[in-house]
Protein backbone atom coordinates (compact mmCIF):
# COMPACT_ATOMS: atom_id res chain seq x y z
CA UNK A 1 0.00 0.00 0.00
CA UNK A 2 2.74 2.29 0.61
CA UNK A 3 5.15 1.40 -2.03
CA UNK A 4 2.19 2.10 -4.37
CA UNK A 5 1.36 5.47 -2.48
CA UNK A 6 5.11 6.16 -3.02
CA UNK A 7 4.36 5.86 -6.26
CA UNK A 8 1.87 7.61 -7.36
CA UNK A 9 3.19 10.81 -5.29
CA UNK A 10 6.02 10.67 -7.35
CA UNK A 11 4.02 10.76 -10.85
CA UNK A 12 2.02 13.15 -9.66
CA UNK A 13 4.84 15.03 -8.80
CA UNK A 14 6.85 14.34 -11.54
CA UNK A 15 4.25 14.42 -14.08
CA UNK A 16 3.91 17.95 -14.54
CA UNK A 17 7.80 19.05 -14.35
CA UNK A 18 7.39 16.47 -17.50
CA UNK A 19 4.52 18.39 -19.15
CA UNK A 20 6.42 21.87 -18.27
CA UNK A 21 9.54 20.86 -20.06
CA UNK A 22 7.90 19.76 -22.76
CA UNK A 23 5.96 23.12 -22.92
CA UNK A 24 9.30 24.88 -22.55
CA UNK A 25 10.45 22.72 -25.90
CA UNK A 26 7.52 23.57 -27.28
CA UNK A 27 7.95 27.68 -26.95
CA UNK A 28 11.27 27.55 -27.70
CA UNK A 29 10.49 26.04 -31.15
CA UNK A 30 7.35 28.70 -31.42
CA UNK A 31 10.10 31.34 -30.87
CA UNK A 32 12.54 30.24 -33.41
CA UNK A 33 9.55 29.71 -35.77
CA UNK A 34 8.55 33.67 -35.03
CA UNK A 35 12.06 34.96 -35.95
CA UNK A 36 12.51 32.82 -38.66
CA UNK A 37 9.34 34.62 -39.94
CA UNK A 38 11.30 37.91 -39.32
CA UNK A 39 14.16 36.31 -41.23
CA UNK A 40 11.84 35.42 -44.11
CA UNK A 41 10.94 39.31 -43.76
CA UNK A 42 14.61 40.50 -43.96
CA UNK A 43 15.62 38.39 -47.10
CA UNK A 44 12.54 39.52 -48.98
CA UNK A 45 13.65 42.77 -48.10
CA UNK A 46 17.22 42.03 -49.44
CA UNK A 47 15.65 41.31 -52.38
CA UNK A 48 15.33 44.43 -53.94
CA UNK A 49 18.70 45.79 -52.92
CA UNK A 50 20.07 42.33 -55.38
CA UNK A 51 18.48 43.52 -58.52
CA UNK A 52 19.42 47.51 -57.34
CA UNK A 53 23.44 46.26 -57.35
CA UNK A 54 23.07 45.78 -61.08
CA UNK A 55 24.46 48.60 -63.14
CA UNK A 56 24.78 47.28 -66.58
CA UNK A 57 25.03 44.15 -69.15
CA UNK A 58 28.08 42.56 -69.37
CA UNK A 59 31.44 43.64 -71.26
CA UNK A 60 30.59 40.89 -74.49
CA UNK A 61 27.72 39.15 -75.22
CA UNK A 62 26.88 36.25 -72.68
CA UNK A 63 28.79 37.54 -69.77
CA UNK A 64 28.29 38.08 -66.62
CA UNK A 65 26.56 41.39 -65.80
CA UNK A 66 28.26 44.28 -63.67
CA UNK A 67 27.29 44.09 -59.74
CA UNK A 68 27.84 46.84 -57.19
CA UNK A 69 26.50 45.27 -53.94
CA UNK A 70 24.65 47.43 -51.93
CA UNK A 71 26.48 48.50 -48.65
CA UNK A 72 23.23 46.53 -46.57
CA UNK A 73 24.03 43.25 -49.05
CA UNK A 74 27.36 43.58 -48.25
CA UNK A 75 27.30 43.82 -44.66
CA UNK A 76 24.67 40.86 -44.86
CA UNK A 77 26.93 38.49 -46.28
CA UNK A 78 29.80 39.67 -44.50
CA UNK A 79 27.88 39.07 -41.18
CA UNK A 80 27.25 35.13 -42.36
CA UNK A 81 30.25 34.82 -42.52
CA UNK A 82 29.74 31.97 -45.27
CA UNK A 83 26.31 30.78 -44.88
CA UNK A 84 25.04 32.95 -46.92
CA UNK A 85 24.53 32.96 -50.71
CA UNK A 86 22.82 35.01 -53.83
CA UNK A 87 22.38 34.49 -57.43
CA UNK A 88 21.09 36.04 -60.49
CA UNK A 89 19.45 33.81 -63.21
CA UNK A 90 17.62 34.29 -66.64
CA UNK A 91 13.71 33.96 -66.64
CA UNK A 92 14.98 30.31 -68.28
CA UNK A 93 17.14 29.56 -64.85
CA UNK A 94 20.09 29.98 -66.76
CA UNK A 95 23.04 31.74 -64.22
CA UNK A 96 23.99 34.33 -64.65
CA UNK A 97 26.27 35.70 -61.56
CA UNK A 98 26.61 33.73 -57.94
CA UNK A 99 26.22 30.30 -56.96
CA UNK A 100 25.39 28.19 -59.23
CA UNK A 101 23.46 25.36 -56.75
CA UNK A 102 21.41 28.38 -56.44
CA UNK A 103 20.08 28.29 -59.80
CA UNK A 104 16.47 26.96 -60.52
CA UNK A 105 13.43 27.00 -62.28
CA UNK A 106 12.17 30.59 -61.62
CA UNK A 107 8.83 31.65 -59.62
CA UNK A 108 5.63 31.79 -61.32
CA UNK A 109 4.49 34.95 -60.44
CA UNK A 110 6.38 38.17 -59.01
CA UNK A 111 5.68 37.13 -55.78
CA UNK A 112 8.68 35.85 -53.38
CA UNK A 113 8.97 32.47 -53.18
CA UNK A 114 10.70 30.21 -49.59
CA UNK A 115 11.50 27.41 -49.14
CA UNK A 116 14.69 25.09 -47.49
CA UNK A 117 17.50 23.51 -49.29
CA UNK A 118 20.59 21.25 -48.10
CA UNK A 119 23.68 22.40 -49.22
CA UNK A 120 27.38 20.86 -47.88
CA UNK A 121 25.59 20.01 -44.69
CA UNK A 122 23.71 23.29 -44.03
CA UNK A 123 20.17 24.01 -44.14
CA UNK A 124 19.54 27.30 -46.11
CA UNK A 125 16.64 29.36 -45.78
CA UNK A 126 15.92 30.48 -49.40
CA UNK A 127 14.37 33.11 -51.20
CA UNK A 128 13.36 33.82 -54.61
CA UNK A 129 11.80 36.70 -56.37
CA UNK A 130 11.26 38.17 -60.05
CA UNK A 131 12.91 41.35 -60.24
CA UNK A 132 13.15 44.39 -62.94
CA UNK A 133 16.64 45.76 -63.71
CA UNK A 134 18.83 47.70 -65.99
CA UNK A 135 19.18 44.65 -67.83
CA UNK A 136 15.75 43.13 -67.70
CA UNK A 137 14.11 40.52 -65.90
CA UNK A 138 15.80 38.38 -64.32
CA UNK A 139 15.30 36.10 -61.17
CA UNK A 140 16.96 37.09 -57.73
CA UNK A 141 17.76 34.40 -54.87
CA UNK A 142 19.06 34.68 -51.28
CA UNK A 143 19.85 31.63 -49.53
CA UNK A 144 21.13 32.36 -45.64
CA UNK A 145 22.41 29.14 -43.85
CA UNK A 146 21.62 30.85 -40.07
CA UNK A 147 18.06 29.60 -40.26
CA UNK A 148 16.78 29.29 -36.47
CA UNK A 149 14.78 26.52 -37.14
CA UNK A 150 18.17 24.71 -38.22
CA UNK A 151 19.61 26.12 -34.60
CA UNK A 152 16.93 25.20 -32.75
CA UNK A 153 17.02 21.31 -33.88
CA UNK A 154 20.92 21.20 -33.88
CA UNK A 155 20.92 22.49 -29.99
CA UNK A 156 17.68 20.81 -29.02
CA UNK A 157 19.93 18.65 -26.88
CA UNK A 158 22.09 20.85 -25.53
CA UNK A 159 20.14 24.18 -24.71
CA UNK A 160 16.25 22.26 -24.35
CA UNK A 161 16.06 18.58 -24.15
CA UNK A 162 19.79 18.16 -21.34
CA UNK A 163 19.02 20.61 -19.08
CA UNK A 164 15.17 19.71 -18.92
CA UNK A 165 16.14 16.17 -18.36
CA UNK A 166 18.98 17.38 -15.97
CA UNK A 167 16.04 19.07 -13.97
CA UNK A 168 13.86 16.03 -14.23
CA UNK A 169 16.37 13.76 -12.49
CA UNK A 170 17.32 16.23 -9.97
CA UNK A 171 13.53 17.02 -9.13
CA UNK A 172 12.90 13.42 -9.10
CA UNK A 173 16.02 12.82 -6.72
CA UNK A 174 14.95 15.51 -4.88
CA UNK A 175 10.94 14.58 -4.29
CA UNK A 176 12.22 11.07 -3.70
CA UNK A 177 13.74 11.89 -0.89
CA UNK A 178 11.06 14.50 0.22
CA UNK A 179 8.38 12.08 -0.55
CA UNK A 180 10.14 9.30 1.38
CA UNK A 181 10.89 11.50 4.39
CA UNK A 182 7.39 12.77 4.61
CA UNK A 183 6.32 9.10 4.62
CA UNK A 184 8.01 7.75 7.28
CA UNK A 185 6.11 8.61 10.21
CA UNK A 186 3.32 6.54 8.08
CA UNK A 187 5.86 3.64 7.68
CA UNK A 188 7.40 3.59 11.31
CA UNK A 189 3.50 3.11 12.29
CA UNK A 190 3.21 0.62 9.72
CA UNK A 191 6.65 -1.44 10.64
CA UNK A 192 5.15 -0.45 14.66
CA UNK A 193 1.84 -2.42 13.84
CA UNK A 194 3.67 -5.38 12.06
CA UNK A 195 6.18 -5.90 15.24
CA UNK A 196 3.41 -6.20 17.26
CA UNK A 197 2.30 -9.75 18.82
CA UNK A 198 -1.14 -10.97 17.60
CA UNK A 199 -1.76 -10.92 21.59
CA UNK A 200 -0.57 -7.48 22.30
CA UNK A 201 -3.92 -5.08 21.67
CA UNK A 202 -2.99 -2.01 23.49
CA UNK A 203 -3.58 1.62 21.63
CA UNK A 204 -1.10 2.85 19.05
CA UNK A 205 -0.04 6.15 20.55
CA UNK A 206 -1.92 8.64 18.44
CA UNK A 207 0.66 11.68 19.42
CA UNK A 208 3.30 9.88 17.40
CA UNK A 209 1.67 9.82 14.37
CA UNK A 210 1.34 11.98 11.66
CA UNK A 211 -1.92 13.90 11.74
CA UNK A 212 -3.79 13.27 8.21
CA UNK A 213 -3.05 9.52 9.70
CA UNK A 214 -4.57 10.22 12.77
CA UNK A 215 -8.11 9.07 11.70
CA UNK A 216 -7.03 5.49 10.62
CA UNK A 217 -5.17 5.20 14.23
CA UNK A 218 -8.40 6.30 16.06
CA UNK A 219 -10.23 3.54 14.12
CA UNK A 220 -7.42 1.00 14.81
CA UNK A 221 -7.49 1.91 18.35
CA UNK A 222 -11.16 1.32 18.35
CA UNK A 223 -11.17 -2.01 16.82
CA UNK A 224 -8.02 -2.87 19.49
CA UNK A 225 -10.08 -2.07 21.94
CA UNK A 226 -13.27 -4.06 21.00
CA UNK A 227 -10.98 -7.10 20.24
CA UNK A 228 -9.69 -6.70 23.76
CA UNK A 229 -12.50 -6.51 25.23
CA UNK A 230 -14.32 -9.58 23.70
CA UNK A 231 -11.30 -11.42 24.02
CA UNK A 232 -11.12 -10.37 27.93
CA UNK A 233 -14.82 -11.40 28.37
CA UNK A 234 -14.02 -14.64 26.90
CA UNK A 235 -11.16 -14.51 29.33
CA UNK A 236 -14.02 -13.96 32.26
CA UNK A 237 -16.13 -16.51 31.40
CA UNK A 238 -13.40 -19.37 30.80
CA UNK A 239 -12.05 -18.80 34.39
CA UNK A 240 -15.62 -18.58 36.11
CA UNK A 241 -17.30 -21.42 34.90
CA UNK A 242 -13.98 -23.37 35.43
CA UNK A 243 -14.13 -21.85 38.91
CA UNK A 244 -17.67 -22.57 39.52
CA UNK A 245 -17.00 -25.95 38.61
CA UNK A 246 -14.57 -26.79 40.85
CA UNK A 247 -16.54 -26.91 44.18
CA UNK A 248 -19.14 -29.40 43.01
CA UNK A 249 -16.55 -31.13 41.12
CA UNK A 250 -14.28 -31.64 44.35
CA UNK A 251 -17.50 -33.16 46.00
CA UNK A 252 -18.78 -35.38 43.20
CA UNK A 253 -15.00 -36.91 42.88
CA UNK A 254 -14.77 -37.37 46.79
CA UNK A 255 -18.06 -39.01 46.61
CA UNK A 256 -16.86 -41.03 43.93
CA UNK A 257 -14.00 -42.08 45.63
CA UNK A 258 -15.69 -43.13 48.67
CA UNK A 259 -18.15 -45.05 46.16
CA UNK A 260 -14.36 -46.56 44.77
CA UNK A 261 -13.60 -47.39 48.61
CA UNK A 262 -16.33 -49.21 49.66
CA UNK A 263 -16.78 -51.20 45.82
CA UNK A 264 -13.21 -52.14 46.43
CA UNK A 265 -13.66 -53.59 49.98
CA UNK A 266 -16.76 -55.63 49.12
CA UNK A 267 -16.75 -59.36 48.30
CA UNK A 268 -16.57 -60.34 45.28
CA UNK A 269 -19.19 -61.77 42.67
CA UNK A 270 -20.16 -60.86 39.09
CA UNK A 271 -22.77 -58.25 39.95
CA UNK A 272 -19.96 -56.59 42.39
CA UNK A 273 -17.27 -56.83 40.17
CA UNK A 274 -19.80 -54.78 37.53
CA UNK A 275 -20.48 -52.32 40.04
CA UNK A 276 -16.92 -52.12 40.46
CA UNK A 277 -16.16 -51.42 37.38
CA UNK A 278 -18.85 -49.01 36.62
CA UNK A 279 -17.26 -46.84 39.72
CA UNK A 280 -14.23 -47.17 38.41
CA UNK A 281 -15.44 -45.62 35.44
CA UNK A 282 -17.40 -42.71 36.87
CA UNK A 283 -14.30 -42.26 39.29
CA UNK A 284 -11.43 -41.93 36.45
CA UNK A 285 -14.38 -39.19 34.39
CA UNK A 286 -14.68 -37.33 37.11
CA UNK A 287 -11.04 -37.36 37.52
CA UNK A 288 -10.46 -35.74 34.04
CA UNK A 289 -13.35 -33.53 34.55
CA UNK A 290 -11.70 -31.98 37.59
CA UNK A 291 -8.35 -31.94 36.22
CA UNK A 292 -10.02 -30.02 33.18
CA UNK A 293 -11.37 -27.19 36.08
CA UNK A 294 -8.12 -26.67 37.15
CA UNK A 295 -6.53 -26.25 34.30
CA UNK A 296 -8.58 -24.01 32.39
CA UNK A 297 -8.67 -22.18 35.18
CA UNK A 298 -5.32 -22.22 35.19
CA UNK A 299 -5.07 -21.30 31.70
CA UNK A 300 -7.44 -18.22 31.95
CA UNK A 301 -5.03 -16.84 34.44
CA UNK A 302 -1.71 -17.55 32.72
CA UNK A 303 -2.76 -15.51 29.55
CA UNK A 304 -0.13 -13.03 28.92
CA UNK A 305 -2.02 -10.10 28.76
CA UNK A 306 -3.48 -10.37 32.25
CA UNK A 307 -0.42 -10.71 33.61
CA UNK A 308 1.45 -7.57 32.25
CA UNK A 309 0.12 -5.04 35.16
CA UNK A 310 1.45 -7.59 37.31
CA UNK A 311 5.34 -7.06 38.79
CA UNK A 312 7.31 -10.02 38.84
CA UNK A 313 9.49 -11.31 41.92
CA UNK A 314 12.83 -12.92 42.61
CA UNK A 315 11.93 -16.81 42.08
CA UNK A 316 14.18 -19.49 43.90
CA UNK A 317 14.27 -22.27 41.56
CA UNK A 318 15.72 -24.95 42.94
CA UNK A 319 13.43 -24.25 46.25
CA UNK A 320 10.58 -24.60 43.72
CA UNK A 321 12.11 -27.94 42.20
CA UNK A 322 12.20 -29.76 45.64
CA UNK A 323 8.12 -28.82 46.27
CA UNK A 324 7.57 -30.01 43.09
CA UNK A 325 9.38 -33.41 43.86
CA UNK A 326 7.31 -33.82 47.17
CA UNK A 327 3.89 -33.04 45.72
CA UNK A 328 4.45 -36.01 42.62
CA UNK A 329 6.65 -38.24 45.16
CA UNK A 330 3.58 -40.26 45.74
CA UNK A 331 2.59 -40.92 42.01
CA UNK A 332 5.77 -41.27 41.19
CA UNK A 333 6.48 -44.71 43.69
CA UNK A 334 3.01 -45.75 42.18
CA UNK A 335 4.41 -46.32 39.03
CA UNK A 336 7.63 -47.00 40.63
CA UNK A 337 9.65 -44.17 38.53
CA UNK A 338 12.73 -43.30 39.41
CA UNK A 339 11.72 -39.17 40.25
CA UNK A 340 15.34 -37.63 40.64
CA UNK A 341 16.41 -33.81 40.98
CA UNK A 342 19.13 -32.03 39.44
CA UNK A 343 18.93 -28.85 40.63
CA UNK A 344 21.90 -25.67 41.53
CA UNK A 345 21.02 -22.36 43.59
CA UNK A 346 19.49 -20.09 41.36
CA UNK A 347 16.70 -17.11 41.50
CA UNK A 348 15.53 -15.23 38.51
CA UNK A 349 13.01 -12.67 38.44
CA UNK A 350 8.98 -14.01 37.96
CA UNK A 351 5.52 -14.83 39.00
CA UNK A 352 6.60 -17.69 41.19
CA UNK A 353 2.60 -19.38 41.22
CA UNK A 354 3.20 -19.54 37.49
CA UNK A 355 6.42 -21.30 37.81
CA UNK A 356 5.36 -23.38 40.05
CA UNK A 357 1.99 -24.25 37.64
CA UNK A 358 4.16 -24.75 34.70
CA UNK A 359 6.66 -27.11 37.08
CA UNK A 360 3.57 -29.23 37.69
CA UNK A 361 1.93 -29.55 34.62
CA UNK A 362 5.68 -30.55 33.34
CA UNK A 363 6.50 -33.42 35.58
CA UNK A 364 2.94 -34.29 36.31
CA UNK A 365 3.06 -35.22 32.01
CA UNK A 366 6.17 -36.91 32.49
CA UNK A 367 5.08 -38.80 35.45
CA UNK A 368 1.70 -39.89 33.53
CA UNK A 369 3.26 -41.10 30.74
CA UNK A 370 6.81 -42.47 31.29
CA UNK A 371 6.23 -46.54 31.46
CA UNK A 372 6.48 -48.14 35.15
CA UNK A 373 10.02 -48.68 36.15
CA UNK A 374 11.42 -45.39 34.01
CA UNK A 375 13.23 -42.21 34.85
CA UNK A 376 12.04 -38.50 35.41
CA UNK A 377 14.84 -36.07 36.32
CA UNK A 378 13.69 -32.33 37.33
CA UNK A 379 16.34 -29.68 36.66
CA UNK A 380 17.49 -26.53 36.78
CA UNK A 381 20.42 -23.99 37.55
CA UNK A 382 22.62 -21.76 35.16
CA UNK A 383 23.97 -21.91 31.59
CA UNK A 384 25.95 -19.26 29.17
CA UNK A 385 22.85 -18.37 28.13
CA UNK A 386 20.73 -17.40 31.75
CA UNK A 387 18.74 -20.12 34.36
CA UNK A 388 16.37 -22.50 32.90
CA UNK A 389 13.88 -25.26 34.42
CA UNK A 390 14.15 -28.51 32.84
CA UNK A 391 12.07 -31.98 32.52
CA UNK A 392 13.24 -34.93 31.04
CA UNK A 393 11.90 -38.65 30.97
CA UNK A 394 12.84 -41.74 28.86
CA UNK A 395 8.77 -42.60 27.77
CA UNK A 396 7.61 -42.71 24.57
CA UNK A 397 8.38 -38.97 23.87
CA UNK A 398 7.02 -36.91 21.07
CA UNK A 399 8.26 -37.32 17.46
CA UNK A 400 9.86 -34.50 15.98
CA UNK A 401 6.91 -33.22 13.64
CA UNK A 402 4.32 -33.22 16.31
CA UNK A 403 6.34 -31.18 19.01
CA UNK A 404 5.30 -27.79 17.51
CA UNK A 405 1.76 -28.75 18.11
CA UNK A 406 1.77 -30.90 21.35
CA UNK A 407 2.24 -27.05 22.73
CA UNK A 408 -1.65 -26.24 20.84
CA UNK A 409 -4.27 -26.23 23.21
CA UNK A 410 -6.27 -29.45 23.25
CA UNK A 411 -4.57 -31.16 21.22
CA UNK A 412 -2.87 -34.67 22.02
CA UNK A 413 -0.28 -37.28 20.50
CA UNK A 414 -2.20 -39.64 18.11
CA UNK A 415 -1.80 -43.25 20.39
CA UNK A 416 -1.01 -41.86 23.66
CA UNK A 417 -2.00 -44.09 26.62
CA UNK A 418 -3.57 -42.32 29.70
CA UNK A 419 -5.73 -40.29 30.64
CA UNK A 420 -5.41 -36.22 29.75
CA UNK A 421 -6.62 -33.63 28.13
CA UNK A 422 -4.35 -31.85 25.79
CA UNK A 423 -3.42 -28.63 27.72
CA UNK A 424 -0.68 -29.18 29.93
CA UNK A 425 1.93 -28.21 27.38
CA UNK A 426 0.10 -25.49 26.55
CA UNK A 427 -0.44 -23.91 29.82
CA UNK A 428 3.21 -23.98 30.17
CA UNK A 429 3.86 -22.65 26.80
CA UNK A 430 1.51 -19.36 27.48
CA UNK A 431 3.06 -19.08 31.41
CA UNK A 432 6.74 -19.55 29.17
CA UNK A 433 5.13 -16.41 26.94
CA UNK A 434 4.48 -14.50 30.20
CA UNK A 435 8.02 -14.96 31.05
CA UNK A 436 9.10 -14.03 27.53
CA UNK A 437 10.26 -17.27 26.78
CA UNK A 438 8.99 -20.33 25.07
CA UNK A 439 9.42 -24.35 25.81
CA UNK A 440 12.18 -26.17 24.11
CA UNK A 441 11.38 -29.81 23.00
CA UNK A 442 13.51 -32.42 22.23
CA UNK A 443 14.78 -35.64 22.86
CA UNK A 444 16.22 -36.72 26.14
CA UNK A 445 19.51 -38.63 26.85
CA UNK A 446 20.31 -41.67 23.85
CA UNK A 447 16.91 -40.69 22.06
CA UNK A 448 15.08 -41.85 24.31
CA UNK A 449 11.52 -39.95 25.94
CA UNK A 450 11.21 -36.32 26.11
CA UNK A 451 13.06 -33.13 27.66
CA UNK A 452 11.27 -30.23 27.99
CA UNK A 453 13.67 -27.25 28.73
CA UNK A 454 12.04 -23.27 29.44
CA UNK A 455 15.16 -20.78 29.36
CA UNK A 456 15.08 -18.01 31.15
CA UNK A 457 16.99 -14.87 31.54
CA UNK A 458 20.39 -14.38 33.03
CA UNK A 459 19.94 -16.01 36.47
CA UNK A 460 20.74 -13.99 39.88
CA UNK A 461 23.73 -15.03 41.88
CA UNK A 462 22.09 -17.16 44.84
CA UNK A 463 24.43 -15.38 47.44
CA UNK A 464 23.50 -12.28 46.38
CA UNK A 465 19.90 -12.66 48.68
Not at 309 to 337: F, I, T
Not at 412 to 419: I, K
Request: aromatic share 4%; glycine share 8%.
Amino acid sequence: MLSGLRRRLLVMLLAPLVVLALLNAWFDYRSADNVALQQDKRLAALVPLVADSVIAEGARAGGPPVILLAPALEQFLNDRGGFASWSLTDPDGQLLVGEHWLASLPPSDAEPEFHSEEDGGVTFRIVRQRQQTVIGEVVVAIADGSDPRQQWARSIVLKVLLPNLVLIAAAAFAVGWAVERALKPLLDLKDAVERRSPRDLSAIDEDASPEEARPLVQSLNRLFGLVNAQAESQRRFVADAAHQLRTPLAGLQAQVEAWAQAANAAGRGGAVELQRDQVYKLRSATRRTSQLANQLLALSRADARTMQSQPMQRVDLKALCEDMLQAHLDAASAKRLDLGLDAEPVQVMGHEWLLRELLSNLVDNAVRYTPDGGTVTIRCGRRDTGAFLEVEDDGPGVPPHERARVLERFYRVQGTVGEGNGLGLAIAQEIARVHHSQLELGAGDGGRGLRVTLPLQRGLPFASL
